[in-house]
């Protein structure tokens, strides 16, 4: 079955960076348009970022854009998430998941995830 | 686009059927997925297409709406679907998530 394994969370301070990674395997990476979401302690899933097959459109939340960077590499079949300026509040777990039925800015679904990794961002 | 489920928590005993709604501020055809998260898992996919199951997701699970109103049905629940659902918009970016609806145990 297709797997995605999130790497690269930990505990930083404010106004540090991290950089997290995916690694996708059992499908056509290059393919599918990739994205991350995040879940603060205790509270709900929040769509991060995605990126589209081949890198072309890239789209974030407001409450990133300008701070964290989406980035693929499909020789390597793995997923990047560069987070700078981090904020306590960018504290979560956060997911790598795969779309699917994709057309133009338009997805059904986001069927396979990771199992998450947290990003804890406190001095 | 906002995304409103309701109600926000329930409470339900084993065999009930229960309705989840989710409203979305504007039309969003049917691009709308649902998911069942279970505390420190992933989400997993329910419905996607606002109605289509899954594969391996049990038939109880039924989902409906197109536009703006949507609904999540569990005609029987059984004890491994006390959880939180979420519904989500994959229309048009930003993709948005509704606040979430947490299916406790009466």
């Known amino acids: 079955e297709e797997e995605l394994v999130e790497s690269g969370g930990g505990l930083v301070k404010p106004g540090g960076s991290l950089r997290l990674s995916c690694t996708a395997s059992r499908f056509p990476f290059s393919s599918y348009t990739m994205n991350w979401v995040r879940q603060a302690p205790g509270k709900g899933l929040e769509w991060v970022s995605s990126?589209?097959?081949?890198?072309?459109?890239?789209y974030y939340a407001d409450s990133v854009k300008g701070r964290f960077t989406i980035s693929r590499d499909n020789a390597k079949n793995s997923l990047y998430l560069q987070m700078n300026s981090l904020r306590a509040e960018d504290t979560a777990v956060y997911y790598c998941?795969?779309?699917?039925?994709?057309?133009?800015?338009?997805?059904?679904?986001?069927?396979?995830w990771g199992q998450g990794t947290l990003v804890t961002v406190s001095s | 686009i906002q995304l409103t489920q309701s109600p926000s928590s329930l409470s339900a005993s084993v065999g009930d059927r229960v309705t989840i709604t989710c409203r979305a501020s504007?039309?969003?055809?049917?691009?709308l997925a649902w998911y069942q998260q279970k505390p420190g898992k992933a989400p997993k996919l329910l419905i996607s297409?606002?109605?289509t199951l899954q594969s391996g997701v049990p038939s109880r699970f039924s989902g409906s709406g197109s536009g703006t109103d949507f609904t999540l049905t569990i005609s029987s629940l059984q004890p491994e679907d006390f959880a939180t659902y979420y519904c989500?918009?994959?229309?048009?970016?930003?993709?948005?998530f509704g606040q979430g609806t947490k299916l406790e145990i009466k």
């Open positions: 989500q918009q994959l229309n048009s970016y930003p993709y948005t």
């Open positions: 998941a795969r779309a699917s039925g994709c057309y133009d800015d338009s997805c059904n679904r986001f069927d396979f």
């Open positions: 504007q039309g969003i055809s049917s691009y």
């Open positions: 297409a606002a109605s």
């Open positions: 990126i589209r097959s081949s890198s072309t459109y890239i």
